[in-house]
T-cell receptor, first 115, second 116 residues
Framework: EADIYQTPRYLVIGTGKKITLECSQT?????MYWYQQDPGMELHLIHY???????EKGDLSSESTVSRIRTEHFPLTLESARPSHTSQYLC??????????????FGPGTRLTVL | AQKITQTQPGMFVQEKEAVTLDCTYD???????LFWYKQPSSGEMIFLIY??????QNATEGRYSLNFQKARKSANLVISASQLGDSAMYFC?????????????FGTGTRLQVFP
């Protein structure tokens, strides 16, 4: 059973606001990921990290930024939210064992609505 | 590039019946992993089952089994004895490992509805 947490679960905010979506895991996993998912659609990778002080951009271009100062924490920040950022954001983690069996475990997601 | 295709946008099944959700994939990598996730309306992604490209047997996890046909590049999920709680979106995914990249490629999903 995976222990990965995201807050807030739901967020409604006005255009231009700065927001931070929190993601934490207690499994000591090195690898962490952020995915973006529009309703009823597939997931797209927007950021990932292989460990502390490591961050990379994913396939889908995103105006968000991430940081990885501690192993267990991988927050995502939007400096100025826009309606186009309305989506669900899912955080995931996996062990860094280099095996293809390494499963990614997901948090409950944050549903962001920008008015 | 790797690709996952799920051709069934929606499926209906009666409670206690079995259902098969289709997934085909495309990769030139001889070593790969395939995953199925369930996403209820609450939004979280729940890992169900994994199949490795070199596994000799089809994966099984309780009521979930994976019909893996390597030559046809298909990895269909079979849910036996469907329950009302199985109603959800189901995503097939493939792990892509390339240099410094390690990520999951997802299909577009199948919405399963179980009716009494």
């Amino acid at each position: 059973e995976a222990d990965i947490y995201q807050t807030p679960r739901y967020l409604v905010i006005g255009t231009g606001k700065k927001i931070t979506l929190e993601c934490s895991q207690t499994m000591g996993h090195d690898k962490m990921y952020w995915y973006q998912q529009d309703p009823g659609m597939e997931l797209h990778l927007i950021h990932y990290s292989y460990g502390v002080n490591s961050t990379e951009k994913g396939d889908l271009s995103s105006e968000s930024t991430v940081s990885r100062i501690r192993t267990e924490h991988f927050p995502l920040t939007l400096e100025s939210a826009r309606p186009s950022h309305t989506s669900q954001y899912l955080c995931a983690s996996s062990p860094h064992e280099g095996r293809r069996t390494d499963t990614q475990y997901f948090g409950p997601g944050t549903r962001l609505t920008v008015l | 590039a790797q690709k996952i295709t799920q051709t069934q946008p929606g499926m209906f099944v009666q409670e206690k019946e079995a259902v098969t959700l289709d997934c085909t994939y495309d990769t030139s990598d001889p070593s790969y992993g395939l995953f199925w996730y369930k996403q209820p309306s609450s939004g979280e992604m729940i890992f169900l089952i994994y199949q490795g490209s070199y596994d000799q047997q089809n994966a099984t996890e309780g009521r979930y089994s994976l019909n893996f046909q390597k030559a046809r590049k298909s990895a269909n999920l079979v849910i036996s004895a469907s329950q009302l709680g199985d109603s959800a979106m189901y995503f097939c995914a493939m792990r892509e490992v390339f240099y410094n990249t390690d990520k999951l490629i997802f299909g577009t999903g199948t919405r399963l509805q179980v009716f009494p």
